[in-house]
């Protein structure tokens, strides 16, 4: 706002605009768009985000921007597209954004070669160099690796997959045919995988992880195919503008003329799997031509082929034939796969009708008769016993008569449209089952050291209606969001710290809650799911009650009534269910849950297609029938839960991706028409936020996203340096490099073992290393250099270490002369030690004398003839002395001469200590006296403290009871407030009233006076009388307008601009407008700041930001204290005097001393309602003194009510013990300074200073 910069606001299409901030409200800013001056509009404070200088400038890795926020990402990926520049680096995460039309040479095989081999950053963002990265991880770090390509449908996944086993197979394959095989399984599993929907004309309906194999000599050597959920409902019922999957309509439109009526193929309008959904085909004007007319629809002939660049509904069934023989498929399977498709066709179009007698049963309809023919004929079934199969059903009893007697009961004509509709889905899942595994066999390997995994599934997906469908793919994008927290946000966090990088740590949302929520034991929507499928009678309705039941209070989960969209709301709380998902909330339809979470059909349709005549159609349930159970219950639906499979399949797929490194490719599409060069900012950053790019560009603010081995570095660069320089060793080598190119070391640090770049400064540092060759000669210079400043420190350490060497010889030659006169002294000391040992014992002794001497000098009586008795011990001490140094003793006689001068001085001893007792009894009765004064001053001094404690008390007393009234004083103001408000409102509502009657009144008059005009125009002495009546009339409604405005607000200060509201704070003497103002100004502080510190730029001192104890912050935001109108607060605080202190320590400190050995204190001075003068003492620092008016941008915004200090015990202290530490910091000089200078605001204080000073 004071610069006039420009910041993102949010808009409803584009997703964000360019403005400047006009003005800041209490939680929102008033934003004028650059595009149209003069129009303002209000955005959250939490959605406007600073905009780069140059907003069209062109980057290819986001984390190279000023500001990384959503924003700023949106529009980069916006100019980017407009260039045809597709892909976006956000640090190793690629963006790729579907373009919808071919872009020339973007694929190919230069391109491939261009980027063989290069690291990320040193080419413009592509899907390839993406590829490559996970190739090089992979011989490098010897893992295998896993590439996750996500989007929603429609956004490119299936493609992108395409191009990474493209590049992988063709920069890295054995020329084989290996290599082609792998590529062209793509397009028999997409006609057989793949749907038109509404959002996507080659939708892939299933999840797919390809896995290309390589050797220990990493060349591709095979591949793996595993595939997850397939949409199985579609086989059966599709929308309006939708299609079946895609081999229907190929093996219609392309298929020759003896396979059309060898299967009894037609248009696709005759079938019923078809024509509910879109019959036309795909074709271009040519092939569109060359299919005959009977094959057509009515809705392809009134409306056309469909059209897509990439689909052909006939030329894709002949690339399809051709793909089957290359990876090895012969004619006879291809048949026999095109006959199980038109079988499943045919399925479809019997129809029943009930039979008219007592059973209740029903009966194939008899325009059927021909379609029941066909379908048996194609799956190899005797005709009669499908007509059995689909309309009963076998039970074998258990009790109640001979047990296993089997009864056939007759089924209804929707349970035998649910049977065929079964059987139709369970042969084709089959199918397509069998065409994955033949598919895996067409690449076979013996042996494989690593892979490549590339997993292509559904992103996140919510439509109008979600079914069961919706709801696994959700839950696995749950899974998978996990997986990418994990592992770009933990593990990079992690990695940081092993190699001691020290960033700041970021937290994420963890879904594991909404996860449990689906796949917990007993509790999980699908463990109740498959209980719901165990029961005799099953209901969607029970299942989701119980659902509702176990997880009522669960954050979550909430039921359909409370979704924003109003046909979401018209759902029953038994038919549907709410989850908050990472990426938002979906509601779930639960219609056809328990149906289609059961993938079993009744047995007696399983028996019949296993024992099938045709030997491939029993193949395909050859595997599931021999591992079901024998002794199974014939008639009763067996369950196979679909959600629990999914879900074992899902945690298998996330343990391979844990023990693989990752790469991650989002796709986004980016409009919902699917045309090219138009780009829906708001739909693209929803699909960003879904994927969670948010939260990268949270950590890769602070972090370093680039990095590269020592030894990469050294191998990459070595061809552009001389010999001599290639000769070190790769760290010394990397420290030159960099030292050299004198590259700021906030962009890049050293681990343990490789170099972390900032965002964007390895391609930086690419490029001055691959310059011209005069750039790079003055690099190699500057590079020796620094080896000769590194050489020669190298020989001033070899120096020093001569001389540490030298030094030690002369301390070991030391030392081995003092351990020859050590073991000399021992032999001696050996030799005499009885009588060294006897001597030292009587010298012990004869240093008792001295100590004898001097108590006998202290006695008072009986001195002399004590004296005599030292005298004589001492003289026979000398002489034992003397003996032992002059003969040869032995221990044993020095022993008893030691126990006879012992005892001696041990009698002397005890008559000393008598005479001493005696003496001392007299000298304790003084001391006695002595303690007992000592005694008397103590109490004295403990009374004094007692009442000095009693006091204290006394004063804490008052002040905890002070701070009750105030509390008790502010409850009562809250009630009063609100019966006020009412009050206010109901005279408001009757003022309104009365105006709306009087201007009817006025209208009515107003109208009578244009009559009374017309009638009288000829008379113009009539005219001058009205026109004073007119005026009159005119002059009553102001002057009651005026009356009417006097009950209204006094003061309107929203549209004050801030020097106003300033100024009138410093000048006017109306108690209520300069109230009002105050109030008005601290408001707008606390919206600014707050804007502020939640955009201010990256690596910016937060020290500098905080105003305020974060306790004091923090209960402001928590209790927001109730708005008093400005004179009733003024009349309230009466301009109070308060002073508070309390604990303060700053959010840098807090790393440097965690244990607040070095805490300070924060002290508050508060003029009435607001601060006046603000203190901050902390350890090694100068005080920081603050005074209103001159700092208001650093002091506390908040009321004293705000900030809860007056409730805090202990906070508020006496005036004078914050004016001493005030005076003694030089808080008068700062404080008459402001007030010279003319920037400090008038308070009490500044009153205070100049009566002090006059």
Known sequence: MEDGKPVWAPHPVDGFQLGTIVDIGADSLTIEPLKQKGKTFLAPINQVFPAEDDCDKIVEDNCSLMYLNEATLLNNVRVRYSKDKIYTFVANILIAVNPYYDIPKLYSPETIKQYQGKSLGTLPPHVYAIADKAFRDMRVLKMSQSIIVSGESGAGKTENTKFVLRYLTTSYGTGQDIDERIVEANPLLEAFGNAKTVRNNNSSRFGKFVEIHFNEKNSVVGGFVSHYLLEKSRICMQSKEERNYHIFYRLCAGASEDIRQKFHLSSPESFRYLNRGCTRFFASKETDKQIPQNRKSPEHLKQGALKDPLLDDQGDFNRMCGAMKKIGLDDTEKLDLFRVVAGVLHLGNIDFEEAGSTSGGCTPKKSSSQTLEY???????????????????????????????????????????NARDALAKAVYGRLFDHVVKRVNQCFPFESSSFFIGVLDIAGFEYFEH?????????????????????????????????????????????????????????????????????????????????????HKDHFRLSIPRKSKLTVHRNIRDDEGFIIRHFAGAVCYETTQFVEKNNDALHTSLEYLVCESKDRFVRELFDNSHNSKDSKQKAGKLSFISVGNKFKTQLNILLEKLRSTGSSFIRCVKPNLKMVSRQFEGAQILSQLQCSGMVSVLDLMQGGFPSRAPFHELYNMYKKYMPAKLTRLDPRLFCKALFKALGLNENDYKFGLTRVFFRPGKFAEFDQIMKSDP???????????????????????????????LKNKMKYRATACI???????????????????????????????????????????????????????????????MAKMKSTVMT??????????????????????????????????????????????????????????????????????????QEEEARKKREEEEKRLQAELEMQLAAEREEETQRQAVLEQERRDRELAMRIAQSESELITEETQLDSALRRGPQ????????GT????????????????????????????????????????????SKNKKRNTDTDSEQRAPKSVTDYAQQNPAPALPARQQEISMNRQQRYFRIPFIRPADQYKDPQNKKKGWWYAHFDGAWIARQMELHPDKQPIMLVAGKDDMEMCELSLEETGLTRKRGSEILPRQFEEIWERCGGIQYLRNAVESKQARPTYATAMLQNLLQ
């Open 375 to 417: 379908c048996a004929e194609l799956l190899g079934l005797d005709e009669e016993d499908l007509r059995i199969s689909l309309t009963t059903r076998v039970m074998l009893t258990t009790a109640g008569g001979a047990k296993g007697t089997v009864i056939k009961v007759p089924l209804k004509v929707e349970q035998a449209n």
């Open 466 to 550: 979600n079914s069961f469908e919706q709801f696994c793919i959700n839950y696995c994008n749950e899974k998978l969001q996990q997986f990418f927290n994990e592992r770009i946000l933990k593990e990079e966090q992690e990695l940081y710290q092993k190699e001691g990088l020290g960033v700041n740590e970021v937290h994420y949302v963890d879904n594991q809650d909404c996860i449990d929520l689906v796949e917990a034991k007993l509790v999980g929507i699908l463990d109740i799911l498959d209980e719901e499928n165990r029961l005799p009678q099953t209901s969607d309705q029970h299942f989701t009650d119980t659902v509702h039941q176990k």
């Open 818 to 880: 003092k351990m020859q006169k050590t073991v000399r002294m021992w032999l001696c000391r050996k030799k005499h030690k009885p009588r060294i040992d006897g001597l030292v014992k009587v010298q012990t002794l004869k240093k008792r004398i001295d100590k004898f001497t001097e108590v006998v000098s202290a006695l008072k009586e009986g001195k002399q003839e004590m004296s005599k008795q030292v005298q004589d011990l001492e003289t026979s001490i000398n002489a034992l």
């Open 1039 to 1046: 002057v009651q307008a005026t009356k009417a405005a006097v």
């Open 1049 to 1092: 607000k006094k003061y309107e200060l929203s549209k004050w601009k801030y020097a106003e509201l300033r100024d009138a704070i410093n000048t006017s003497c109306d108690i209520e407008l300069l109230a009002a103002c105050r109030e008005e100004f601290h408001r707008r502080l606390k919206v600014y700041h707050a804007w502020k």
């Open 891 to 964: 221990r044993l006689e020095i022993e008893k001469e030691h126990e006879v001068l012992v005892k001696r001085s041990e009698g002397m001893l005890g008559a000393l200590q008598r005479k001493k007792q005696e003496e001392e009894e007299a000298e304790r009765l003084r001391r006695i006296q002595e303690e007992m004064e000592r005694e008397r001053q103590r109490a004295e001094e403990k009374e004094r403290r007692r009442k000095q404690e009693e006091d204290d008390r006394r004063l804490k007393a008052e002040m905890e009871a002070k701070r009750k």
């Open 774 to 804: 005069d750039h790079l000669a003055e690099l190699v210079k500057r590079v020796n250099k620094w080896l000769l400043c590194s050489r020669w420190k190298k020989v001033q350490w070899c120096a020093l270490s001569v001389i540490k």
